[in-house]
């Protein structure tokens, strides 16, 4: 077999250039291909500084990372990406819901008894024991057909709207920490400090309409930046982990309101309960949509809350440091960006917008404060992150769901017996099934198929000798 000729040759020969561009013109006429790259496609021979190197035998398709036959499509991707992850992860987590309300069914424990003799009964019993207290969690948080008027019928939806004000607020705060490299498990201690001085402005000063739900909004927040801004203080400065800083401040600040609502300086005027005195009506949200429902101004400022975390996080530079920082510390750093500074700051921005949560429960839902003011708010913000993916229009989504979970519970215990516990069975599931994506596209088939590992040049190289030999 003649000898290859070296790159000198194949470069500077005009002859010997030309020969081969004729011949390659020849073998494009008759549509043959090199008898020396039969398996696989054309091979060129390849000038660089290290001699003659052959390119990969993988067809393009599979170097650009489509997969073969055609199947990497905008659907696929569609099917296989996070966004449809969550979606099924929810409705997972409701189909087992809806077989363990079966299982405590009486129905569905008497057809049991003869299963093998008559088995549609006992399915027809457990599809009618999990689709009515489906409906009647949808009738208690989305709309309820048998209300007096179509203000009566919104009023569920308008009450899902109401308590999922405060879990926005808080999973923005989660989600911003966590698209920043940071894990805030402190938002119900923020939750709590914001409370604490939002109605302390609320109940204790006596300014005109504007200016005095204005001061309760900044007191609020503020109490929150301050408190999630100590955290990030701490892990700059001293390298403490924030995960125990702020579950540790959590405490702090729950028991720390238990103190001051023992105190004359909060403690409501012959009450021996721990309750604060109610706040002015000018420090309280306004009703937007009348008196005859609880929603506040407190879900306006939410969506506006949103929409600023959106801004910062996809439009400014500083979104982009907390991206950058969040995606390797280390090389933001070798990049100029201030980590520490960073960290400080984030944790305070993430602090202020739990402090919203804190106001709008003083001074929007609830009018007074009690250790209750958090409720289990600042956890399920946890949950309301992880499910929107840490983007703040999946977390404004995900607050929306939780919020229709926690109003239409009520409604569903009332009407079908059922224990308002499986929602918090049901919640706990939908963070298992997004702890493990992969797990639900199993479920679902949605795994996608695995791609040939790609060749390298040398295993090409060796491929093509072997089919020139």
């Given at each position: 077999?003649?000898?290859?000729?070296?790159?000198?040759?194949?470069?500077?020969?005009?002859?010997?250039?030309?020969?081969?561009?004729?011949?390659?013109?020849?073998?494009?006429?008759?549509?043959?291909?090199?008898?020396?790259?039969e398996d696989t496609a054309a091979v060129?021979?390849?000038?660089?500084?290290?001699?003659?190197?052959?390119?990969?035998?993988?067809?393009?398709?599979?170097?650009?990372?489509?997969?073969?036959?055609?199947?990497?499509?905008?659907?696929?991707?569609?099917?296989?990406?996070?966004?449809?992850?969550?979606?099924?992860?929810?409705?997972?987590?409701?189909?087992?819901?809806?077989?363990l309300i079966a299982s405590t069914d009486?129905?569905?424990?008497?057809?049991?008894?003869?299963?093998?003799?008559?088995?549609?009964?006992?399915?027809?019993?457990?599809?009618?024991?999990?689709?009515?207290?489906?409906?009647?969690?949808?009738?208690?948080?989305?709309?309820?057909?048998?209300?007096?008027?179509?203000?009566?019928?919104?009023?569920?939806?308008?009450?899902?709207?109401?308590?999922?004000?405060?879990?926005?607020?808080?999973?923005?705060?989660?989600?911003?920490?966590?698209?920043?490299?940071?894990?805030?498990?402190?938002?119900?201690?923020?939750?709590?400090?914001?409370?604490?001085?939002?109605?302390?402005?609320?109940?204790?000063?006596?300014?005109?309409?504007?200016?005095?739900?204005?001061?309760?909004?900044?007191?609020?927040?503020?109490?929150?930046?301050?408190?999630?801004?100590?955290?990030?203080?701490?892990?700059?400065?001293?390298?403490?982990?924030?995960?125990?800083?702020?579950?540790?401040?959590?405490?702090?600040?729950?028991?720390?309101?238990?103190?001051?609502?023992?105190?004359?300086?909060?403690?409501?005027?012959?009450?021996?309960?721990?309750?604060?005195?109610?706040?002015?009506?000018?420090?309280?949200?306004?009703?937007?949509?009348?008196?005859?429902?609880?929603?506040?101004?407190?879900?306006?400022?939410?969506?506006?809350?949103?929409?600023?975390?959106?801004?910062?996080?996809?439009?400014?530079?500083?979104?982009?440091?907390?991206?950058?920082?969040?995606?390797?510390?280390?090389?933001?750093?070798?990049?100029?960006?201030?980590?520490?500074?960073?960290?400080?700051?984030?944790?305070?921005?993430?602090?202020?917008?739990?402090?919203?949560?804190?106001?709008?429960?003083?001074?929007?839902?609830?009018?007074?404060?009690?250790?209750?003011?958090?409720?289990?708010?600042?956890?399920?913000?946890?949950?309301?992150?992880?499910?929107?993916?840490?983007?703040?229009?999946?977390?404004?989504?995900?607050?929306?769901?939780?919020?229709?979970?926690?109003?239409?519970?009520?409604?569903?215990?009332?009407?079908?017996?059922?224990?308002?516990?499986?929602?918090?069975?049901?919640?706990?599931?939908?963070?298992?099934?997004?702890?493990?994506?992969?797990?639900?596209?199993?479920?679902?088939?949605?795994?996608?198929?695995?791609?040939?590992?790609?060749?390298?040049?040398?295993?090409?190289?060796?491929?093509?000798?072997?089919?020139?030999?």
């Open positions: 077999m003649p000898d290859q000729p070296s790159p000198k040759h194949a470069k500077d020969d005009p002859q010997t250039e030309g020969k081969q561009n004729a011949e390659g013109q020849r073998r494009g006429a008759e549509g043959q291909d090199s008898p020396a790259v060129v021979a390849v000038d660089t500084a290290g001699g003659v190197m052959q390119p990969s035998a993988v067809p393009a398709t599979a170097q650009s990372g489509q997969l073969p036959g055609g199947s990497d499509t905008v659907l696929r991707r569609i099917f296989t990406g996070s966004g449809i992850v969550s979606v099924l992860a929810v409705l997972l987590a409701l189909i087992i819901g809806g077989l009486k129905q569905v424990a008497t057809t049991a008894g003869y299963f093998f003799a008559r088995p549609t009964d006992m399915l027809a019993a457990v599809w009618n024991a999990a689709t009515r207290s489906y409906i009647a969690l949808f009738q208690g948080s989305v709309f309820n057909p048998r209300g007096n008027g179509l203000a009566a019928q919104l009023a569920p939806f308008m009450e899902t709207l109401t308590i999922a004000t405060p879990l926005i607020t808080a999973g923005l705060g989660v989600a911003l920490a966590f698209r920043a490299g940071l894990f805030n498990i402190g938002a119900q201690g923020q939750i709590i400090v914001a409370g604490i001085l939002a109605a302390w402005a609320g109940f204790a000063l006596h300014l005109p309409f504007g200016l005095h739900l204005l001061l309760v909004l900044v007191a609020g927040i503020v109490g929150g930046a301050l408190w999630g801004g100590l955290a990030g203080l701490l892990k700059a400065r001293t390298g403490a982990h924030e995960v125990i800083v702020t579950i540790m401040f959590n405490y702090i600040a729950l028991y720390f309101l238990r103190y001051l609502l023992n105190t004359p300086a909060f403690q409501r005027p012959g009450e021996s309960n721990p309750i604060s005195p109610i706040l002015d009506p000018s420090a309280v949200y306004p009703q937007i949509l009348g008196s005859q429902y609880r929603l506040h101004l407190g879900f306006i400022l939410a969506i506006a809350a949103t929409v600023l975390v959106w801004w910062l996080l996809n439009r400014s530079t500083v979104g982009f440091e907390f991206r950058a920082v969040g995606a390797n510390p280390k090389a933001a750093q070798t990049a100029g960006i201030n980590v520490s500074r960073s960290t400080i700051l984030v944790m305070a921005i993430v602090g202020g917008l739990a402090g919203m949560s804190g106001v709008a429960q003083v001074a929007g839902t609830e009018k007074v404060l009690t250790d209750g003011v958090a409720a289990t708010y600042g956890f399920d913000a946890i949950t309301v992150a992880l499910l929107g993916r840490s983007t703040p229009w999946g977390t404004f989504a995900a607050g929306l769901l939780f919020g229709a979970f926690r109003a239409g519970a009520v409604q569903m215990q009332i009407q079908t017996g059922t224990p308002i516990d499986i929602v918090l069975v049901v919640q706990s599931l939908i963070v298992l099934f997004i702890a493990a994506p992969p797990l639900v596209r199993a479920v679902f088939g949605l795994n996608p198929r695995r791609r040939k590992p790609a060749r390298t040049a040398k295993s090409g190289q060796a491929a093509t000798t072997g089919g020139a030999a």
